[in-house]
């Protein structure tokens, strides 16, 4: 399963006029299946995982087609049949590398209440060459 990214996007006026046109050749998956209208943004179960895979260069602002479907797939989500649920996105929305700072902020801005809200276990975030990861700073001493 597969979500697009930067490169994906493909605008060349006279093959590709459309972005994605080439993406959604290639790679199509059944977003159908989860009520999404687009290729580019859809979910599907995988044993008690709801995984949900998010479009970082589609629409995504309040009243987009997008931010509806996932609003509605969230609500949909019975916990106690599935009690985790994953996201998949490109464009991390937290990231303290110097590459490509900021470009989820508006993304994490219009979306993060709603992945908040619904208590997702976890997100999986590209673009970024470089491994991060957070962890809760405590006092660990070392016995040598």
Known sequence: M???????IEIFPIIYPQPFQ???ARWPMPFQHSASTSNLYYSFQL????????????????????YNWLQSDLANIDRVKTPWVIVL????WYNT???????GESMRQAMEHL????????VFAG?????ERFVRHTSIAFLT
Do not use: C, K, W
């Open 97 to 103: 590398n110097e590459a490509h700072q900021g470009e």
């Open 127 to 131: 673009h970024v060459h470089a491994y």
């Open 115 to 122: 992945l908040y809200d619904a208590r997702v276990d976890l």
């Open 47 to 66: 044993v008690a995982t709801h995984v949900i895979m998010l479009g970082s260069y589609t629409d995504f602002h309040a009243q987009s087609q997008q």
């Open 2 to 8: 597969v979500t697009e990214g930067n490169h994906e």
């Open 22 to 24: 080439a993406y959604n």
């Open 89 to 92: 996105l490109h464009a991390p």
